[in-house]
């Protein structure tokens, strides 16, 4: 048990996962906030996921809200449950993003663009935009929004994709400038190659091939010669959340491997 985040409320929206193999990014943050200290306010529209990710929590305290961040009344429920259960919050950790329906922009529909851009961007603007009036009643407190490096590097068929997490880049520094005289601080993370059931495990679904070889792939792919795991991710957001990170606003932290290095 640590103390990094000791006495703090941290919202993680996006903390079950889909099936596979591997832990996603928001349980092993969910996991690695509780184990530093943090009481722990758990989201998800799966309630057999989220859970789970209650399950393998050993924290001191645990709030499940089963929630739907994209439907019109998810974001305010989830700031008032956090309210309701622990009087505010110190973090907001948003972990949201689809990818089906994608394509490149001359196949994309309206529908499949609709829908990524509502889940991965509006919804998470809309989460920020309700828990920021709290976080500043707070005195303060910490926002680590999930990106990609998709929205630098090339991604020819994920154009909703792309253009959602350039989005969510926008928002942070927006959110970041605007928020900085209440000592709210936000930043984001850009995942490279991160061996998650989404990434991998859909993937592998989707082309109908076995996971080792669409994970040998991406992992030939990262300069370090690996994937990332879930708990690289982890602890990225454990240092912007904590008061180690005191000094940064507004930064897109790439956790990669060396892939943003190699496209410049």
Request: net charge negative.
């Amino acid at each position: 048990m640590g103390t990094r985040l000791e006495g703090k409320v941290a919202v993680i929206v996006g903390a079950g996962q889909s099936a596979g193999e591997t832990m996603g990014n928001g349980r092993a943050t969910a996991i690695t906030f509780a184990r530093e200290g943090a009481a722990v306010v758990l989201v998800d529209r799966d309630p057999e996921s989220l859970a789970e990710t209650a399950r393998q929590i050993d924290g001191p305290a645990v709030t499940q809200v089963v929630a739907d961040v994209a439907a019109d009344d998810g974001p305010d429920r989830i700031v008032a449950a956090a309210v309701d259960a622990h009087g505010g919050f110190d973090i907001l950790h948003n972990n949201v993003g689809i990818g089906a329906g994608d394509g490149p922009p001359h196949h994309l529909t309206d529908d499949g663009y609709d829908l990524i851009m509502d889940v991965n961007l509006r919804a998470m603007w809309r989460t920020c935009r309700a828990a920021v009036p709290v976080l500043r009643a707070r005195g303060g407190g910490a926002i680590v929004n999930i990106s990609s490096l998709a929205a630098i590097a090339a991604a020819g068929n994920q154009a909703a994709y792309k253009l959602s997490k350039a989005g969510v880049n926008a928002l942070t520094h927006t959110l970041a400038i605007t928020n900085a005289k209440h000592r709210v601080r936000v930043n984001a993370i850009m995942p490279g190659f991160i061996d998650t059931p989404m990434a991998v495990d859909a993937l592998a679904r989707a082309l109908d091939t076995d996971r080792d070889i669409v994970a040998e792939r991406r992992a030939a792919a990262v300069p370090l010669g690996r994937q990332g795991t879930a708990w690289d991710v982890a602890n990225a957001a454990l240092f912007l959340a904590s008061d180690e990170a005191a000094f940064i606003t507004g930064v897109l932290l790439a956790v990669d491997g060396g892939q943003s290095a190699r496209i410049g």
